[in-house]
């Protein structure tokens, strides 16, 4: 994977039997386990974009990318 300068890393600790099934679908999908998050997160904050949208067109999130 080549890493983009813009690129955060983060750390959640979840439990081990989350964390062992997480990386055996990882393996079954070919993909790593960051790239699943990552598409997890992405589909939640469009979730939550949806849910509240602004008047001005403009994303209305708490969290601010």
Do not use: C, F
């Amino acid at each position: 994977m080549a890493e983009h300068t813009e690129d955060r890393r983060i750390t959640v600790i979840v439990p081990r039997d989350v964390h062992r099934s997480l990386k055996l679908e990882a393996a079954k999908q070919e993909t790593t386990v960051s790239d699943i998050v990552r598409n997890l997160l992405d589909g939640w904050l469009a979730g939550l974009q949806a849910d509240h949208p602004s008047v001005d067109g403009r994303s209305s999130s708490r969290y601010p990318m």
